[in-house]
């Protein structure tokens, strides 16, 4: 069963700083890449940034470079993905999804989490 359980989550200032994890446990694929995606209301769900199977490559939507780094620790029963999001701003509000697959840049998704919300107040 695929499990991809995400945490931190919340409300923070602008200028700020949450750090998100997604724990994926019984993926079906073999060295998947990870990563996070966000959503707002009446948009479609836009790519924020993704590592690969060994962390040594990750890529970044242009407008969270140098302020979110994605990193990730692989275990033998499950893999967990972080997001360290700084220097927050009232538009990176969102809710943020954890996903697995290929090329994620290119939503190549094979599995999605539950979301979590993150709230940035101006």
């Known amino acids: 069963q695929v499990q991809l359980v995400e945490a931190g989550g919340g409300l923070v200032q602008a200028g700020g700083s949450l750090r998100l994890s997604c724990a994926a446990s019984?993926?079906?694929?073999?060295?998947?890449?990870m990563g996070w995606f966000r959503q707002t209301p009446g948009k479609e769900r836009e790519f924020v940034a993704t590592i690969s199977w060994s962390g040594g490559s990750t890529y970044y939507e242009d407008s969270v470079k140098g302020r979110f780094t994605i990193s990730r620790v692989n275990a033998y029963d499950k893999n967990t993905v972080y997001l360290q999001m700084n220097s927050l701003k009232s538009e990176d509000t969102a809710v943020y999804y954890c996903?697995?697959?290929?090329?994620?840049?290119?939503?190549?998704?094979?599995?999605w989490g539950q979301g979590t919300q993150v709230t940035v107040s101006a």
């Open positions: 996903a697995v697959g290929g090329d994620l840049a290119r939503y190549q998704t094979d599995y």
């Open positions: 019984g993926v079906p694929r073999n060295k998947y890449s």
